[in-house]
């Protein structure tokens, strides 16, 4: 059974920062990649970053320049720093890894509630 763990949600003032972290655990094989997706009331769930393995990553035009994914391979972890926060990237975050397994390869986190208060 894989599950991905996530950490690090909370309040925060505009301007403040936040790390998310999320961890993956289970029968997993290989990572193909790692990333954070956000959904805001009433909209669609986005992809906010994601770190291919080998390095590459990317990131939504909106937090380009504030967030950075950063990526532990021995401990299959995936962090998310966010800094310069904003009111608009307030939004439940989602952890998603695509990873070769034996019973699977798309799998979501639970969620975690970033709040950015004006």
């Known amino acids: 059974q894989v599950q991905l763990v996530e950490s690090g949600g909370g309040l925060v003032q505009a301007g403040g920062s936040l790390r998310l972290s999320c961890a993956a655990s289970g029968n997993i094989l290989s990572v193909i990649h790692m990333g954070w997706y956000r959904q805001a009331p009433g909209k669609q769930r986005e992809l906010v970053a994601r770190?291919?393995?080998?390095?590459?990553?990317n990131y939504a035009e909106s937090v380009e320049g504030r967030f950075t994914i950063s990526r532990d391979n021995a401990k299959n972890t995936v962090y998310l720093q966010m800094n310069s926060l904003k009111p608009e990237d307030t939004a439940v975050y989602f952890c998603?890894?695509?990873?070769?397994?034996?019973?699977?390869?798309?799998?979501w986190g639970q969620g975690t509630q970033v709040t950015v208060s004006s």
């Open positions: 998603n890894a695509l990873l070769i397994t034996t019973s699977g390869r798309n799998y």
């Open positions: 770190i291919i393995t080998g390095g590459n990553t």
